[in-house]
């Protein structure tokens, strides 16, 4: 191989370590993101080594054994609680700014402890309940 060639090819295993390490491309599986985003779509996100989560912001997190994309709604110390798809906030009433299925979850009062966050997907009209108390370390990307 000529000097052009290896230096090419090392040029595009860099950029793509590079890549490797600062994007986190996913996929979403399941209804629990609609309207904002449907089974099937693709998210190019950022890593986030040490980057503080921001409320309604969306991100993946590590749950177990697989991967979670979902909206964070709670931060640490807060006392949250749902009532028919509405989220509370330390006794306040918060209008999400982007489009929700409400449906008719209803949760009680939990206190998020320190360094955790809730995430719930966009989708409570979904059959199923979930969302998720993650500690920050565990929230691997974040969206654009």
Same mark, same amino acid.
């Given at each position: 191989?000529?000097?052009?060639? +290896?230096?090419?090819? $090392?040029?595009?295993?860099?950029?793509? !370590?590079?890549? #490797?390490? !600062?994007?986190?491309?996913?996929? @979403?599986?399941?209804?629990? %993101?609609?309207?904002?985003? =449907?089974?099937?779509? =693709?998210?190019? %996100? #950022?890593?986030?080594?040490?980057?503080?989560?921001?409320?309604?912001? &969306?991100?993946?997190?590590?749950?177990?054994?697989?991967?979670?994309?979902? #909206?964070?709604?709670?931060?640490?110390?807060?006392?949250?609680? %749902?009532?028919?798809?509405?989220? $509370? &906030?330390?006794?306040?009433?918060?209008?999400?700014?982007?489009?929700?299925?409400?449906?008719?979850?209803?949760?009680?009062?939990?206190?998020?402890?320190?360094?955790? $966050? +809730?995430? @719930?997907?966009?989708?409570?009209?979904?059959?199923?309940?979930?969302?998720?108390?993650?500690?920050?370390?565990?929230? &691997?990307?974040?969206? $654009?």
């Amino acid at each position: 191989m000529n000097t052009r060639r +290896l230096t090419l090819l $090392f040029v595009a295993l860099v950029g793509a !370590c590079v890549l #490797r390490t !600062c994007l986190f491309a996913v996929r @979403i599986e399941g209804q629990s %993101m609609e309207p904002t985003f =449907y089974s099937g779509d =693709y998210l190019i %996100m #950022r890593r986030s080594w040490s980057r503080t989560p921001q409320r309604f912001e &969306i991100v993946t997190a590590k749950t177990g054994s697989e991967f979670v994309t979902k #909206r964070v709604i709670g931060l640490p110390g807060e006392l949250i609680w %749902m009532k028919e798809g509405v989220i $509370f &906030i330390n006794g306040e009433r918060w209008d999400e700014p982007f489009p929700v299925k409400r449906g008719v979850w209803t949760v009680k009062p939990g206190l998020i402890e320190a360094n955790k $966050f +809730l995430l @719930i997907g966009d989708n409570r009209d979904a059959g199923e309940h979930t969302f998720f108390v993650v500690p920050k370390e565990n929230i &691997i990307a974040h969206a $654009f």
